[in-house]
């Protein structure tokens, strides 16, 4: 459920039509819909109900200041990936104490900042890692706060570039070795153990392996407890529920929730998440303008003002993203590819795609773009990154300014040698 929808075949987010905002800023620009936000993470949460849970919103998903504000304002935790989404997550008002940090490759400076924060925990990868985080915080005085990711080597099915708990994944340790992890970190004198974490993979829209990777979890929890002694307090069961791009059928939040609430019951312990896409996917769209249309030899293309600069999903892992017309005509059908202004053939929004036919200056929403879209955006052809923007009812405001050109080059210099 979104707040996209069309009123008299014009497309408004929640009461503003879409249009005014393109002839208002220009084109492309992110629309992110603040009722949509809200309702996805109302509703992930309440899913939860009669567990203690954290929520924790995966920052990496979509990291602009405006959507981190508005799930901190929910009471909701972050999970991280790095030193700047921490820097962004406490501009944005997260408690610390609310924030857990996953990552293979934590660096040092990365480590102290956390430390000095006061996160909820580490999600560790390796035991050089735990080996760091234990010296770094007996440097700082503290004892840092721990859990060791697992990786229970199911097979998710999903795309193999956003699938992460398999043994031939770079993620997490597997259980025999989480053992040995949780043997040493048990020893050493700065490193608190509290939990335990997986997080298998992305866009996965069956519940089953969900299940088969907290029932992995669960064996190691007991084995922690009877032959280690150690007593975890937080399973992290990380994100990856899945989203409707064209035609999956991703499990109801219901049926996702059950799976974790009938599998741990009765044993005292908090349940962490971390949604990311299912959050924000749907709450966003990309909008761009035709520029040209062109039929090649048997191709159509509609060449459009966003590239896979801006929009990086489409040639990075050959998703699906549906595109609608901002006002729909009833032009006859045609096949086209939609495709941006860059360089490179992989530079494609939508392959031999079913639309309405369009002309010059038409616009154009990429739905679903919430989601990993802006964050992977590059400045690559010296392409100003695009505005983002946020409507709420029936206002809007600039969550991100479009770029210029002067922000293209800034820091970089010419070097006196050169002069
Ligand atoms: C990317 C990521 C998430 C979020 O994944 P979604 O599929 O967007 O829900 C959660 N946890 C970790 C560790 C991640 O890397």
Known sequence: MNHFIYRENELYCEDVPVQRIAAQIGTPFYLYSHA????????????????????CFSAKANTNLAILKLFANLDCGLDIVSGGELYRG???????????????????????????????MFNLESLDELKLINQ??????????????VNPDVDPKTHPYISTGLKKNKFGIDTAGALEGYRLAGSLEHIEVIGIDCHIGSQITEAGPFEDALNSIKTLIKQL???????IQYVDMGGGLGITYADETPPSLKEY?????????????????????????????LVTRVLYKKAGKGKNFIIVDAGMNDLLRPTLYNAF?????????????????????????????AVDRNLTEVDADDLLAVMSTGAYGFVMSSNYCSRPRVAEVMVKNNQYHVVKKRETYQDLVKGESIPTFME
Do not use: W
Not at 142 to 148: E, H, S, T, Y
Not at 267 to 281: A, F, K, N, Q
């Open 36 to 55: 949509t936000l809200t309702r996805h993470f109302k509703a992930f949460n309440e899913a939860f109900e009669g567990i203690d849970r954290l929520v």
């Open 90 to 120: 406490i501009q944005a008002g997260f408690a610390p104490n609310h924030i857990v940090y996953s990552g293979v490759g934590k660096r040092v400076d990365e480590i102290d900042y956390a430390l000095k924060s006061g996160i909820l």
């Open 136 to 149: 770094r915080a007996g440097r700082l005085n503290q004892r840092a706060r721990i859990a060791i990711r």
């Open 225 to 231: 407890k009877s032959e280690l002694g150690i007593q």
């Open 257 to 285: 929730a059950k799976a974790f609430l009938e599998n741990l019951e009765g044993m005292d312990l908090t349940l962490i998440l971390e949604p990311g896409r299912v959050l924000v996917g749907n709450a966003g769209i």
């Open 321 to 349: 993203h549906a595109i609608e017309p901002i006002v729909r005509s009833q032009a006859p059908l045609t096949v086209a590819d939609v495709v941006g202004p860059i360089c490179e053939s992989g530079d494609f929004l």
